[in-house]
């Protein structure tokens, strides 16, 4: 057993993200877990650009109201205390609604290989933003 200290929290890379989004880094697994868990904060408007993941990702919403949109225009709409899970290569992207903080708990695994289980791709355009906040 082991008991961790609070890891500092961290701005998220602007190349990845829109608006202003935290992390707070909670797990990282070593052999033979490959879990990571980091507890991430998004401030109102702010969002992931469209990523996936290779093993999947698990979100468990902590705090607030959120939304996460899929490619074929899905969008649940995320409060604390609920879990969305994400498949294995599914393009998606999740953020805070536009009037309200949203935290969640990010958990997914890297590859068998070693390798980064994200794969980051293009922001999602206001538009699609705006629209989603909408539905």
Known sequence: MELKPVSPTVKTPAAWFTGDVYLTPIHSGTGPS???????????????????????????VTEGVGLVGTRDGTVFRIHAGETVICPPGEDHWHGAGADTFMSHLAMLEAT????????????????????ANRA
């Open 34 to 60: 490959r879990m990571t868990v980091g507890l991430v904060r998004f401030t109102p408007g702010a969002r992931t650009n469209w990523h996936s993941h290779a093993v999947g990702q698990t979100l468990h």
């Open 112 to 131: 068998p290989d070693g390798g980064d289980p994200t794969t980051w791709l293009e922001p999602l355009t206001d538009d699609d933003y705006q629209a």
